[in-house]
Protein backbone atom coordinates (compact mmCIF):
# COMPACT_ATOMS: atom_id res chain seq x y z
CA UNK A 1 0.00 0.00 0.00
CA UNK A 2 1.59 3.19 -0.87
CA UNK A 3 2.25 5.96 1.80
CA UNK A 4 1.29 9.91 1.27
CA UNK A 5 3.46 11.16 -1.35
CA UNK A 6 4.38 14.63 -1.55
CA UNK A 7 5.89 16.57 -4.78
CA UNK A 8 8.67 18.10 -5.54
CA UNK A 9 11.19 16.69 -2.74
CA UNK A 10 13.18 20.14 -2.83
CA UNK A 11 12.57 22.94 -4.22
CA UNK A 12 14.21 26.97 -4.51
CA UNK A 13 12.60 30.07 -5.42
CA UNK A 14 13.71 33.67 -5.12
CA UNK A 15 11.43 36.18 -3.07
CA UNK A 16 8.52 37.64 -4.57
CA UNK A 17 7.92 33.91 -6.69
CA UNK A 18 4.65 31.53 -5.93
CA UNK A 19 4.68 28.25 -5.06
CA UNK A 20 2.75 24.94 -5.89
CA UNK A 21 3.25 21.63 -3.71
CA UNK A 22 1.32 18.50 -4.19
CA UNK A 23 -0.01 15.82 -1.69
CA UNK A 24 -1.17 12.69 -2.99
CA UNK A 25 -2.92 10.70 0.50
CA UNK A 26 -3.32 6.94 1.06
CA UNK A 27 -5.72 5.50 -1.11
CA UNK A 28 -8.81 5.29 0.75
CA UNK A 29 -8.51 8.67 2.65
CA UNK A 30 -10.30 11.52 2.42
CA UNK A 31 -8.75 14.20 4.81
CA UNK A 32 -5.51 16.16 4.18
CA UNK A 33 -3.75 18.37 6.59
CA UNK A 34 -0.43 20.51 5.63
CA UNK A 35 1.57 21.70 8.15
CA UNK A 36 4.98 24.34 7.81
CA UNK A 37 8.21 23.02 10.12
CA UNK A 38 10.71 25.51 11.20
CA UNK A 39 13.63 25.30 13.51
CA UNK A 40 12.14 28.25 15.02
CA UNK A 41 8.56 27.50 15.10
CA UNK A 42 7.86 23.83 15.11
CA UNK A 43 5.39 21.96 13.14
CA UNK A 44 1.67 24.32 12.23
CA UNK A 45 -0.92 23.54 11.19
CA UNK A 46 -1.72 24.89 8.26
CA UNK A 47 -5.30 24.03 7.08
CA UNK A 48 -7.20 21.03 6.30
CA UNK A 49 -9.24 20.07 3.50
CA UNK A 50 -12.50 16.91 3.31
CA UNK A 51 -14.47 16.05 0.06
CA UNK A 52 -12.65 19.29 -1.62
CA UNK A 53 -13.89 21.36 1.12
CA UNK A 54 -11.64 23.25 3.80
CA UNK A 55 -12.38 22.73 7.11
CA UNK A 56 -9.63 24.10 9.43
CA UNK A 57 -7.44 26.81 9.31
CA UNK A 58 -4.68 27.74 11.00
CA UNK A 59 -3.02 31.25 12.02
CA UNK A 60 -1.37 31.96 8.47
CA UNK A 61 -1.54 34.92 5.73
CA UNK A 62 -3.95 34.46 3.04
CA UNK A 63 -0.70 34.16 0.96
CA UNK A 64 -0.88 30.54 1.83
CA UNK A 65 -3.81 28.50 0.16
CA UNK A 66 -5.02 25.23 -0.91
CA UNK A 67 -6.92 22.82 -2.62
CA UNK A 68 -8.30 19.82 -2.69
CA UNK A 69 -9.18 18.17 -5.52
CA UNK A 70 -12.26 14.98 -6.37
CA UNK A 71 -9.38 12.03 -6.13
CA UNK A 72 -8.44 13.74 -2.49
CA UNK A 73 -5.62 14.61 -3.75
CA UNK A 74 -4.22 18.39 -2.62
CA UNK A 75 -2.48 21.39 -3.18
CA UNK A 76 -0.86 23.73 -1.64
CA UNK A 77 0.26 27.50 -3.25
CA UNK A 78 2.35 29.85 -1.71
CA UNK A 79 2.26 33.34 -3.18
CA UNK A 80 4.74 36.61 -3.05
CA UNK A 81 7.32 33.98 -1.29
CA UNK A 82 9.43 35.87 1.59
CA UNK A 83 12.19 34.35 3.32
CA UNK A 84 10.66 32.81 6.13
CA UNK A 85 8.68 30.92 3.93
CA UNK A 86 11.56 28.71 3.78
CA UNK A 87 10.35 25.63 5.93
CA UNK A 88 9.91 21.76 5.19
CA UNK A 89 6.05 21.46 4.38
CA UNK A 90 4.53 17.95 5.74
CA UNK A 91 1.08 16.87 4.44
CA UNK A 92 -0.85 14.16 6.14
CA UNK A 93 -3.74 12.07 5.43
CA UNK A 94 -6.46 10.64 7.90
CA UNK A 95 -8.98 8.07 6.79
CA UNK A 96 -11.82 10.59 7.56
CA UNK A 97 -12.25 13.85 9.34
CA UNK A 98 -13.38 15.05 12.69
CA UNK A 99 -14.23 12.33 15.47
CA UNK A 100 -14.97 9.51 13.16
CA UNK A 101 -10.79 9.74 12.03
CA UNK A 102 -8.22 8.06 13.52
CA UNK A 103 -4.22 7.99 13.23
CA UNK A 104 -2.29 10.62 10.93
CA UNK A 105 0.01 9.26 8.44
CA UNK A 106 2.59 11.89 7.16
CA UNK A 107 4.27 12.62 3.51
CA UNK A 108 8.25 12.76 3.47
CA UNK A 109 7.69 16.55 3.01
CA UNK A 110 9.13 19.67 0.52
CA UNK A 111 12.21 21.07 1.63
CA UNK A 112 11.27 24.49 0.30
CA UNK A 113 14.22 27.05 -0.08
CA UNK A 114 13.43 31.41 -0.83
CA UNK A 115 16.52 32.75 -1.57
CA UNK B 1 -5.46 27.42 23.64
CA UNK B 2 -3.63 23.98 23.44
CA UNK B 3 0.11 24.14 24.56
CA UNK B 4 2.28 20.90 24.35
CA UNK B 5 5.92 20.71 26.38
CA UNK B 6 8.07 17.75 25.51
CA UNK B 7 10.93 16.84 28.31
CA UNK B 8 13.69 16.83 28.06
CA UNK B 9 14.80 18.73 24.96
CA UNK B 10 17.54 16.52 24.27
CA UNK B 11 19.18 13.08 26.01
CA UNK B 12 21.72 11.35 24.76
CA UNK B 13 22.04 7.56 26.24
CA UNK B 14 24.59 4.46 25.63
CA UNK B 15 23.19 1.75 23.72
CA UNK B 16 20.86 -0.79 26.15
CA UNK B 17 19.43 1.51 27.96
CA UNK B 18 15.92 2.03 28.48
CA UNK B 19 14.32 5.55 28.85
CA UNK B 20 11.05 7.91 29.17
CA UNK B 21 10.46 10.49 26.78
CA UNK B 22 7.54 12.99 28.35
CA UNK B 23 4.95 15.26 26.77
CA UNK B 24 2.46 17.45 28.49
CA UNK B 25 -0.81 19.13 27.30
CA UNK B 26 -2.26 22.06 29.01
CA UNK B 27 -5.93 21.28 27.92
CA UNK B 28 -7.43 17.80 28.73
CA UNK B 29 -10.44 17.81 26.16
CA UNK B 30 -8.16 15.20 24.02
CA UNK B 31 -9.04 12.84 21.52
CA UNK B 32 -6.21 11.26 21.22
CA UNK B 33 -2.45 11.54 21.58
CA UNK B 34 0.17 10.38 18.88
CA UNK B 35 3.32 9.87 19.21
CA UNK B 36 6.13 10.15 16.08
CA UNK B 37 9.65 9.88 15.22
CA UNK B 38 11.58 12.04 12.77
CA UNK B 39 14.69 11.53 11.08
CA UNK B 40 16.75 14.29 10.23
CA UNK B 41 15.28 16.06 7.07
CA UNK B 42 12.90 13.33 6.58
CA UNK B 43 8.89 13.30 7.31
CA UNK B 44 6.83 11.79 10.42
CA UNK B 45 6.98 8.04 11.28
CA UNK B 46 3.78 7.35 13.55
CA UNK B 47 4.75 5.07 16.14
CA UNK B 48 1.40 5.11 18.48
CA UNK B 49 -1.50 6.38 18.62
CA UNK B 50 -3.55 6.40 22.00
CA UNK B 51 -6.79 7.45 22.34
CA UNK B 52 -8.40 9.50 24.84
CA UNK B 53 -10.06 6.56 26.63
CA UNK B 54 -7.15 4.08 26.76
CA UNK B 55 -4.14 4.29 28.98
CA UNK B 56 -1.83 2.91 27.16
CA UNK B 57 -0.72 1.50 24.17
CA UNK B 58 2.59 -0.91 22.97
CA UNK B 59 4.26 -1.15 19.58
CA UNK B 60 7.73 -3.75 20.16
CA UNK B 61 10.08 -1.67 22.15
CA UNK B 62 7.72 1.41 22.60
CA UNK B 63 5.15 1.50 24.87
CA UNK B 64 3.36 5.04 25.25
CA UNK B 65 0.92 5.89 28.53
CA UNK B 66 -1.34 8.56 28.74
CA UNK B 67 -2.90 10.19 31.65
CA UNK B 68 -5.61 12.75 30.62
CA UNK B 69 -6.70 14.21 33.52
CA UNK B 70 -3.22 15.46 34.67
CA UNK B 71 -2.22 16.21 31.20
CA UNK B 72 0.52 14.24 30.48
CA UNK B 73 2.10 11.27 27.90
CA UNK B 74 5.03 9.56 28.61
CA UNK B 75 6.92 7.21 25.85
CA UNK B 76 9.28 4.71 27.05
CA UNK B 77 12.08 2.76 25.01
CA UNK B 78 13.20 -0.22 25.83
CA UNK B 79 17.05 -1.51 25.68
CA UNK B 80 17.68 1.34 23.23
CA UNK B 81 19.69 1.26 20.16
CA UNK B 82 21.71 3.42 18.05
CA UNK B 83 18.58 2.97 15.09
CA UNK B 84 16.68 4.93 17.78
CA UNK B 85 18.58 8.05 17.33
CA UNK B 86 15.83 10.74 16.04
CA UNK B 87 13.82 13.60 17.14
CA UNK B 88 10.72 12.38 18.81
CA UNK B 89 7.38 14.03 19.14
CA UNK B 90 4.35 14.51 20.13
CA UNK B 91 1.00 15.40 19.20
CA UNK B 92 -2.62 15.99 20.66
CA UNK B 93 -5.71 15.98 18.76
CA UNK B 94 -8.84 17.89 20.14
CA UNK B 95 -12.33 16.74 20.42
CA UNK B 96 -13.54 19.21 17.58
CA UNK B 97 -11.58 19.41 14.21
CA UNK B 98 -8.81 17.53 13.24
CA UNK B 99 -5.64 19.60 13.71
CA UNK B 100 -2.53 17.98 15.86
CA UNK B 101 -0.84 20.21 17.70
CA UNK B 102 2.55 19.41 18.04
CA UNK B 103 5.60 19.38 21.27
CA UNK B 104 8.65 20.98 20.21
CA UNK B 105 10.44 16.93 20.40
CA UNK B 106 13.00 15.57 21.90
CA UNK B 107 15.84 14.78 20.34
CA UNK B 108 17.42 11.63 20.95
CA UNK B 109 21.30 10.17 20.04
CA UNK B 110 21.80 6.57 21.15
CA UNK B 111 25.55 6.43 21.07
CA UNK B 112 27.07 2.91 20.57
Known amino acids: KAGVTQTPRYLIKTRGQQVTLSCSPISGHRSVSWYQQTPGQGLQFLFEYFSETQRNKGNFPGRFSGRQFSNSRSEMNVSTLELGDSALYLCASRVGQGLSDTEAFFGQGTRLTVV | KQEVTQIPAALSVPEGENLVLNCSFT??????LQWFRQDPGKGLTSLLLIQSSQREQTSGRLNASLDKSSGRSTLYIAASQPGDSATYLCAVKKTSGSRLTFGEGTQLTVNP
Open chain 2, 27 to 32: DSAIYN
